[in-house]
């Protein structure tokens, strides 16, 4: 069966794209995918090693002339994130992509496209088959699970590789050359709660932040925008500046440690008399939040509602532990702590106040720390944990991914930026990223190597909206193929 990609150029990307897109996505896709490789590779008689976390390097020799250059490590992942959407009948498990090209895009019907990392991956099987490349040794890296945990750069075994060289393929914006990503870890503070019997004649009602935009909690945290866990947290303590008396049955908000909280909930317990007062309060604080958010966050809405008075909401934590858990939420870091010297405009270092949850006489606590400066990222960790553990919390600080530390006098940044000029006759944008790629677990592996990273335009991964944009693969594949000549 014919692809609507088979006339799209540079065709051997595009040609290998396309087989990758008619390989099957089980809970292992990238199995399937690293026997496809593997495949390949033996094939054309190529030396394959692997890890026995299911890493796959290929290597491949030089082209005649340029045996005595340093070996370089073009690296991708083999695995995709597999979304459809709900009205695109779809099992991942048995059935291909089915790209469709429009204009200068390349989609999925309905599903994800599996772009991000099946183009780098391409290129890299392309670059081998490549007539007109020029290169000295290579080795291809391919990481399983980088969706999910980046687990196969994490147990990537650093014997496979020779090479002090690296090219990341796995970055998503034409034009752009990327020398640094931030490391990252969470933080787990459970509270041990006393619960005491509400009042009798108690009013039970919801306090609601709603239509917050959210966002990834490193790619977004520049911007600013609110935390539906900080804007509850604030209105509960105006309320009890106020005099108010509120008991707390349950707090709840955020879904996901990387991503910034929209929406946030608590339970609470007044006198009736103090509604009206209640809902003034609250309607005065809503005022000052969409004045303090409202460019960033207009669709932000706080909301009151009594609801019923039943089993699930009989009894209140006692004053002294909501007092505790209200002030740790209140000093704890959240936002842009740090910026880069290195990467002008770049946040060095951040924190999100992620995750809270109320289950009986237990509250837990999530944040999620970043640095691409493993000192920093310590530091604002241990800055976390003291502000709950001063608050009598029991604080787990759970194993990370570390950062790649932006480096300007980058070697093999400058040959790809004197390519990108020679080809495109301006200067790309140096740019790194506060979120992670396994560029930071690899330099943790082999210290000292070198890494670039670069790819196309790649918009909306990980949704079935994601496209790849045409006329990018090209410019990339260009840049790609101009850096390996110069290298050998």
Known sequence: MSSPLENLQPSLVWRHFAAICQIPHPSKHEAQL???????????????????????????????????????????????????????PFDFTVEPIQP??????????????????????????????????????????????????????????????????????????????????????????????????????TLAIRLSVRGLRGGHSGVDIHENRGNALKFLVRLLQALRRAGIEVGIVSLSGGSKHNAIPREADAILRINPEDEVRLRQVVEEKAAILREEFGEIDPGQRIEVETVSADATTASVWLPFDADR??????????????????????????????VIRTEDTTVWVQTSSRSSVMPSLKATLDQVAAVFRLAGAEVETHDGY????????????????????????????????????????????????DMVSMGPQIESPHSPDERVQISTVDRFYTLLKATLKDLA
């Open 34 to 88: 690293a026997e496809h490789v593997v495949n390949w590779a033996t094939g054309k008689g190529l030396e394959v090693r692997r890890d026995a976390a299911g890493n796959v390097v290929v290597a491949v020799p030089a082209t005649p002339g340029h045996e005595s250059a340093p070996v370089i490590v073009l690296q991708g992942h083999l695995d995709m994130v597999g979304e459809a959407n709900s009205d695109t």
């Open 100 to 201: 469709r090209v429009v204009g200068d895009h390349v989609y999925a019907t309905g599903t994800t496209l599996g772009a991000d990392n099946g183009i780098g991956v391409a290129a890299a099987m392309a670059i081998v088959e490549d007539p007109d490349a020029v290169y000295g040794p290579l080795e291809l890296l391919f990481t399983i699970d980088e969706e999910t945990g980046l687990t196969g750069a994490m147990q990537l075994d650093p014997k496979l590789l020779t090479g002090r060289t690296l090219i990341n393929l796995d970055t998503e914006e034409d034009g752009a050359l990327y020398i640094g990503c931030a490391g990252g870890a969470d933080t787990k503070s459970t509270f041990t709660i006393t619960r005491e019997d509400a009042m009798p004649g």
């Open 325 to 354: 858990i209200l002030d740790a939420l209140m000093a704890c870091p959240h936002g842009v702590l740090g910026m880069s010297r290195a990467v002008p405009g770049l946040v060095e270092t951040s924190s999100n106040l992620a």
């Open 402 to 449: 570390p950062g790649w530390k932006p480096n300007p006098a980058s070697p093999v940044l400058g040959t790809a930026r004197q390519a990108f000029v020679r080809l495109f006759g301006r200067e790309p944008h140096i740019k790194a990223i506060h979120a992670g790629l396994e560029c930071g677990l690899i330099g943790e592996k082999l210290p000292g190597i």
